[in-house]
């Protein structure tokens, strides 16, 4: 039972539009969510987070949405970057426990120059 | 400020043999996770330690098991190996923050 769910294996966008990625969760007890960038060969990479008390976080080119009621997170890439070709993975933890950190299958996103 | 180290990077083994994989997490960090990382099924969370204690496990059967020191490094081992372990294995550590800092992995081979 996957209770972090990315139903988009992979999203193809133009350089300098947008890129959105989702992700849906079912546990309601999740209480912090994080992005992640994989690139090939390579650990993930810490890319932006949000707690459940708000409803949005940016950083620079990166801003997170979470919608509670409708367990529902999206990370929106403004623009995008050929750089920005990778491996994207939603995750989400516990109140109870912060570092049981549980990952969704990742969206595999391209950049076309 | 050196990154989380997984040793080895690449590892091949057979059926039934055991293989310890090792992570050095960042200095002052305590937390120590592990990951399984298979094509389609993301990082699935095996199990954390915090300050040599198993703090939370996930949903694998117990030839996966590990352990913390002292030095909050950490070791996972996994027993009696079936072809279904082949993948990346992940360590992340953190300040608990549940902002985690992954090493580059150990790629597990079971022939």
């Known amino acids: 039972d996957q209770q972090v769910k990315q139903n988009s294996p992979s999203l193809s966008v133009q350089e300098g539009r947008i890129s959105i990625l989702n992700c849906d969760y079912t546990?309601?007890?999740?209480?912090?969510f994080l992005w992640y960038k994989k690139y090939p060969a390579e650990g993930p990479t810490f890319l932006i987070s949000?707690?459940?008390?708000?409803d949005k976080n940016e950083d620079g080119r990166f801003t997170v949405f979470l919608n509670k009621s409708a367990k529902h997170l999206s990370l929106h890439i403004v623009p995008s970057q050929p750089g920005d070709s990778a491996v994207y993975f939603c995750?989400?933890?516990?109140?109870?426990?912060?570092?049981?950190?549980?990952f969704g299958p990742g969206t595999s996103l391209s950049v076309i120059p | 400020k050196a990154g989380v180290t997984q040793t080895p990077r690449y590892l091949i083994k057979t059926r039934g043999q055991q293989v310890t994989l090792s992570c050095s997490p960042i200095?002052?960090?305590?937390?120590v996770s592990w990951y399984q990382q298979t094509p389609g099924q993301g990082l699935q969370f095996l199990f954390e330690?915090?300050?040599?204690?198993?703090?939370n496990k996930g949903n694998f059967p117990g030839r996966f098991s590990g352990r913390q020191f002292s030095n909050s490094r950490s070791e996972m081992n996994v027993s009696t190996l079936e072809l279904g372990d082949s993948a990346l294995y992940l360590c992340?550590?953190?300040?608990?923050?549940?902002?985690?800092?992954f090493g580059q992995g150990t790629r597990l081979t079971v022939v």
């Open positions: 992340a550590s953190s300040l608990g923050s549940g902002e985690a800092f």
């Open positions: 546990n309601s007890m999740f209480d912090y």
């Open positions: 949000i707690s459940s008390i708000k």
């Open positions: 995750a989400a933890s516990p109140k109870t426990s912060y570092d049981k950190v549980i």
């Open positions: 200095s002052g960090h305590r937390s």
């Open positions: 330690y915090f300050s040599e204690t198993q703090r």
